[in-house]
């Protein structure tokens, strides 16, 4: 008992730890309150940009900072809404007959938590390095131009046509004439005083002040009277001047939505994974991956009960509240304390924001969020990720983005098998009186009659790659005359049934013609399988040699006995 709640206290003080001391609650304090403000505007456009009410993206933004302060094991990670997770929202949104009610989101927001949750769970951290980084440009490239496609209609005020964001955009540029123009200028001034404010002291709050201008510019063109009206928050949902209540899952949702919420966590947790392995806590030390998985599943779990769109790790957020002088996670608990308060202090003022300068907000976004750069160096990689990174980015353009990542995941997997599997070299040792090393050549197009031939596979030895290597091998005479061939199989660790059946029918068949197959350098692994499958009973238990600790030693075990055999032979 005495030992167990010893053990609490210590894990206790680690967590406490994450939130540091006094010394450390004034820049914590200054860092939050820039975060919180910053993110005002930030998590509504969120929600506009997720095709829902942007007080969904705030209220995100908010518990998702909280959650992840509580329960990430990143003390900066700053945890919300991204621009990837807000599009793919947005595509599941229009894709559901009358969209996503709040039932449905926090359905979809639970989802997703329970999903990374039990990654975390799991110690699945370093899943995330499976996922190629063709599919990863080449999604969150096409995502930058989706942010911006699918701003349009706010920063112009009509109503496009179309059956994706391209021909919706297309549509919109085909109806020029029909543009409100004092929508467009709202949007016009907004992105000219980012860009302008954010190179003075601002800095991020740069985005707080262009969009507050911006939406003074549209309430002062809305007293001119006689144009037409910018659309704001207040048109398309009354902002209650209390937090958000409690929000029960519509469990009918639950099928429906369980892709949807795979794709989601997916995304989520590579952008968070980024931030794990790039940011390290205030002791020096990387955080662990899996409890930023876990962390984040809490976030969601959160945010979902509290009518919040699903969040993850946000890079560009994390990077704020580093740059604000944050020295611990409590600087990300004030910054939710800080959106709470402006929820309750400045609800009648949120419902003034002009839709048009959250549209300039996000489309400034969407351009920065476009590297061409990485598109160059993924192109210029190779066939295999030049054609992963233009089949993601194509479909994550034209179709719903929650099956664009997992189709363009599962072709990364594809091709990457077949690109393995065509590496699978076989090459012939030869050694000779001037060095003890071997020489290297292409293997003969038959077994030699009465030699020891040594062949050496380079490459991995799945069951994909099987095919591959037995073309390689050299074809076997009527006749050996005694030869023996000794595959070198050092350094595989395991071999697929494909492949070992491959093996055993070349064994077979070269004994038939009168020869041995030797098999070294097999590892404990190998050798069980070989033995467990019986394989070893078709090739010879005697011919089959064990890797050694020195180098080489196998492999000599195996030319040894195979000379043996053909002196044995001639007597």
Do not use: C
Not at 283 to 301: C, E, H, I, K
Not at 528 to 545: A, C, D, K, M, P
């Amino acid at each position: 008992m005495k030992t167990t709640l010893e053990s609490l206290t210590r894990g206790l003080r680690r967590y406490l730890r994450r939130f540091g001391g006094r010394k450390t609650v004034g820049a914590d304090l200054k860092a939050g309150l820039v975060l919180g403000v910053e993110s005002v505007p930030d998590g509504l456009a969120a929600g506009l940009l997720a095709g829902v009410s942007p007080l969904h993206g705030l209220y995100a933004y908010m518990f998702g900072a909280l959650g992840g302060a509580l329960a990430t094991g990143s003390a900066f990670m700053t945890v919300q809404s991204t621009g990837a997770m807000s599009v793919v929202i947005a595509d599941v949104s229009a894709s559901t007959p009358g969209g996503l009610t709040a039932g449905a989101l926090t359905m979809l927001g639970i989802l997703t938590g329970l999903v990374m949750l039990g990654l975390g769970i799991a110690r699945l951290g370093s899943l995330v390095r499976f996922i190629p980084t063709a599919v990863l440009v080449g999604f969150i490239n096409a995502v930058a131009v989706n942010i911006v496609l699918g701003q349009l209609d706010n920063a112009t005020g009509i109503s496009s046509e179309g059956a994706n964001r391209i021909l919706k955009a297309v549509d919109s540029f085909l109806h020029i004439w029909q543009w409100s123009w004092p929508t467009v200028l709202v949007g016009a001034v907004t992105v000219a005083l980012i860009l302008l404010l954010e190179r003075t002291r601002l800095g991020a709050l740069a985005l707080v002040v262009a969009v507050i201008a911006g939406s003074a510019l549209a309430a002062l063109l809305a007293l001119l009277g006689g144009i037409d009206k910018v659309a704001t928050i207040g048109d398309v949902a009354s902002v209650p001047q209390s937090l958000p209540g409690l929000q029960l899952p519509d469990l009918s949702t639950a099928f429906t939505l369980l892709i949807p919420a795979l794709s989601l966590a997916l995304v989520g947790l590579v952008q968070g994974a980024a931030i794990s392995g790039s940011i390290p806590n205030p002791d020096g030390r990387y955080p662990d991956a899996s409890a930023d998985f876990r962390g984040q599943g809490v976030a969601n779990l959160a945010s979902g009960l509290f009518q919040g769109i699903p969040v993850g790790g946000s890079m560009s957020a994390t990077a704020l509240v580093r740059a604000a002088g944050a020295k611990t996670a409590l600087a990300n608990l004030f910054a939710g304390v800080v959106m709470a308060i402006t929820i309750l202090a400045f609800a009648s003022l949120i419902e003034y924001v002009a839709m048009s300068a959250l549209a300039g907000l996000l489309i400034v976004v969407g351009v920065r969020t476009f590297k061409f750069h990485d598109l160059y160096m993924v192109w210029r990689t190779g066939a295999v990720q030049a054609t992963v990174l233009a089949v993601t980015f194509l479909l994550t353009l034209l179709i719903p983005l929650q099956y664009a990542v997992l189709t363009g995941v599962g072709l990364a997997v594809i091709l990457i098998v077949v690109q393995q599997s065509n590496r699978v070299v076989l090459k012939r040792w030869e050694f000779d009186e001037l060095s003890t090393l071997p020489v290297e050549s292409s293997p003969p197009a038959t077994i030699p009659p009465g030699e020891i031939l040594i062949l050496a596979p380079y490459g991995s030895l799945f069951f994909a790659a099987a095919p591959v290597f037995e073309k390689q091998l050299p074809e076997v005479p009527t006749y050996l005359a005694g030869a023996v061939v000794i595959l070198r199989l050092r350094g595989k660790e395991a071999l697929g049934s494909t492949f070992l059946r491959t093996m055993a029918t070349y064994a077979e068949r070269v004994r038939a013609a009168g020869g041995t197959l030797m098999i070294s350098g097999v590892s404990e692994t190998v050798y069980e399988q070989l033995r467990s499958t019986r394989i070893i009973r078709r090739i010879g238990e005697r011919y089959v040699f064990q890797a050694k600790p020195r180098l080489g030693a196998s492999l000599q075990q195996a030319i040894d006995a195979a000379q043996r055999m053909l002196d044995d032979r001639k007597q």
